[in-house]
């Protein structure tokens, strides 16, 4: 009879425990902010709210975000290769050093969100918001963003080459050294943006505005042309373009 009272009375107890660890664990995640998935999720959360989640250093690649409200997260590092963000609303966001190809940001909100060093290559960031954004050593290789607003941006040594920027606006950006190699700028504004050092060479500038713009005297213009309608600021000169051959149509909107 003691043997049994023994076995009962250890039962209870282990039973108790694994109680108050389950309800341990609970509370822990209550007061957690990473989101409860695995760090290798990569579903679809589409309209979800994601404000102030801690997904640094996960891998997210392929995942469907659209719609979903990040703001105040923590991204970096992460992984998140061909995401869709389409929609999404990102407000003083944490991508720093996160891996972003190939992601589709069309149409999102990002003010004050900060990219630094992140990796956007092919990243599709169309009519993007991205007013006082940090993008200080982003690479944008071959991104395409198309009317998307960088007005206010800190991009210094940020990477835009072969990067489609077309009617994007640099208005007042902070662009010391950053590269538009071989980018597509027709009809881009840079008024008022320090371009210091940047390398705008391999270009054809055409309805490009360089209002107020400073800096340029020591940017980098080998091998690009001013095409009609290019604003250049007094003492910056560039032969014009000659005339393109054959007829075709280039869609920028």
């Not at 589409?46 to 991204?75: F, H, K, V």
């Not at 900060?114 to 991205?130: E, I, P, Y």
């Amino acid at each position: 009879m003691a043997m049994r009272n023994t076995a009962l009375n250890f039962s209870i107890a282990a039973i108790a425990a694994l109680v108050l660890a389950q309800n341990g664990s609970a509370d822990a995640q209550e007061s957690s902010h990473h989101v409860a998935w695995a760090p290798s999720y990569g579903g679809s959360c589409q309209a979800c709210d994601l404000r102030g989640r801690n997904m640094s250093g996960w891998d997210i690649s392929r995942a469907n975000y659209p719609d979903t409200d990040l703001s105040e997260s923590l991204l970096r590092g992460t992984r998140a290769v061909g995401v869709v963000f389409t929609n999404a609303v990102a407000l003083n966001t944490d991508f720093r050093q996160a891996t972003l190809d190939d992601a589709k940001f069309i149409d999102a909100h990002l003010e004050t969100s900060r990219f630094d060093k992140a990796s956007l290559r092919n990243a599709d960031l169309s009519r993007a918001v991205m007013t006082d954004t940090k993008l200080r050593g982003a690479i944008l290789t071959g991104a395409t963003a198309r009317r998307t607003d960088f007005s206010g941006a800190l991009g210094q040594r940020a990477d835009f080459s072969g990067a489609n920027l077309g009617n994007a606006r640099f208005v007042n950006a902070k662009l010391n050294n950053a590269v538009f190699y071989n980018a597509v700028l027709t009809g881009a504004t840079f008024a008022g943006a320090d371009l210091s050092g940047a390398n705008l060479s391999s270009m054809r500038l055409s309805e490009v505005n360089f209002d107020g713009a400073t800096g340029l005297e020591t940017a980098n213009f080998e091998n690009s042309c001013a095409a009609a309608g290019t604003i250049l600021p007094a003492g910056v000169e560039l032969s014009p373009c000659p005339p393109l051959e054959g007829t075709f149509t280039l869609n920028f909107d």
